[in-house]
């Protein structure tokens, strides 16, 4: 076992690299998100359930701790057309597809919005990691609002020349998988015993993201400080999860501290919960510690959907999760100066991007 930093203190984590196989993780079918009053309190129901049996954290928790929900889980029936999803992974292959000089003409560093383009190696989630074996491209809705006065929202879109349908494609993906945020957000609120519509005044321009990710295969030995994307938890809410084909990477942290492998599966998103959550309810929703390793010999696509507060939106801890023996842990900051400084602390500790080239499966077997 080894420590592992997050934002939010330590977690206990195991050094193995393969991950234990897939058993039953939860899979909670959102139909019912449509019905009455009583079957959404029966689905926020089921979203209470998951802390106790996936309890994801081995986080030194605070005396008299019970984690509602440790955040780790897929969700079907979501209504995010399929094809919304097939035709931004399509243009995503397109886009990564280009030579480096085309991508590099939205880098990332040429905005200070945190959109655009990161090489391999570009970022680092895990500060005791080299850098994260991924490419990526970062959007925000249309619409969006920067994280503080120092930033914008622009986002940075490849040329219409080159890859015309690219915009299309990815702005009716941020648009549908918002809406599906929007709607999967007062189950929370169901599940913290509030009413549904609570955070309503805090998610009227949500603080998002959405990112697609490419992993080139990695063989031979791994060095757990050079993967996919190094273990972490993520900054916002919630993370609304899409993995492309069948090419399995991600792993989540179970409570015993091993990883757990959490393959595709079709018409589903991985669900997994963030520091917002985790800091606004004092640990009881608990922000799931994951990674990516990518040792299947294929190329992998990932769009994780960050969805998060506004970002003019205070996070403070919730007065039902305080008690005198849980006092509040987490001091208030708004949404947007914590995902910056988060953001901030990931982009700096990279190395410099421009040379890192993927293995190739010769070079490592030679
Ligand atoms: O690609 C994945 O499966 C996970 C991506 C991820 O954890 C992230 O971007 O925060
Ligand atoms: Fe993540």
Redesign the pocket.
């Known amino acids: 076992m080894v420590v592992l930093k997050t934002g939010l203190g330590e977690r206990l984590i195991s050094n193995d690299v393969e991950g234990k196989a897939f058993s039953e993780l939860p899979v909670i079918d959102l139909q019912r998100l449509q019905g009455t009053n009583e079957d959404r309190k029966a689905l926020a129901a089921e979203i209470q359930e998951v802390g106790p049996v996936f309890a994801i954290s081995v986080e030194r928790s605070p005396p008299g701790s019970s984690a509602i929900a440790s955040g780790f889980f897929y969700i079907s029936n979501h209504g995010v057309p399929q094809d919304v999803l097939d035709n931004a992974f399509g243009q995503a292959k397109q886009f990564f597809s280009q030579p480096m000089e085309k991508k590099l003409e939205i880098d990332q560093s040429k905005g200070n919005s945190f959109k655009g383009y990161v090489p391999l190696k570009g970022e680092n ?1 895990d500060p005791e990691s080299r850098g994260d074996m ?1 490419e ?1 491209v970062d959007f925000g809705p249309e619409q969006g609002a920067a994280m503080s006065a120092e930033q914008t929202s622009g986002n940075m879109w490849p040329s219409a020349e080159d890859l015309p349908d690219f915009r299309p494609a990815i702005e009716r993906a941020i648009n549908e998988i918002l809406a599906l945020g929007q709607r999967l957000f007062p189950l929370f609120a169901l599940a913290l015993d509030l009413p549904e519509d609570f955070f309503a005044d805090k998610l009227k321009n949500p603080g998002s993201a959405m ?1 697609i ?1 490419h ?1 080139p295969p990695q063989y031979g030995p791994v060095d757990t400080k050079e993967i ?2 190094g273990a ?1 938890t ?1 900054y916002e809410c919630f ?1 609304i ?1 899409a ?1 492309h084909g069948d090419v399995q ?2 792993q989540v942290l179970n409570s015993a501290g091993e990883w757990v492998q959490a393959p595709p599966k079709e018409g589903t998103f ?1 669900l997994n919960i963030g520091d917002q959550l985790q800091r606004i309810t004092n640990g009881l929703f608990k922000s799931t510690v ?3 390793i990518n040792r299947t010999g294929q190329d ?1 696509m ?1 769009i ?1 959907f ?1 969805f998060g507060l506004d970002y003019d939106a205070m996070l403070e801890t919730l007065p039902s999760c305080v008690s005198a023996d849980r006092p509040a842990m987490y001091e208030p900051i708004t949404a947007g100066e914590y995902v910056e400084k988060r953001m901030k602390e990931t982009y700096v500790k990279a190395p410099k991007a421009e040379e890192v080239k993927a293995p190739k499966a010769e070079e490592v077997k030679a």
Do not use: E
């Open positions: 989630v991924h990526a990112r990710l992993y996919g994307i972490h993520d993370t999860l993995q990477a991600l991985v994951h990674r990516a992998r990932s994780p960050f």
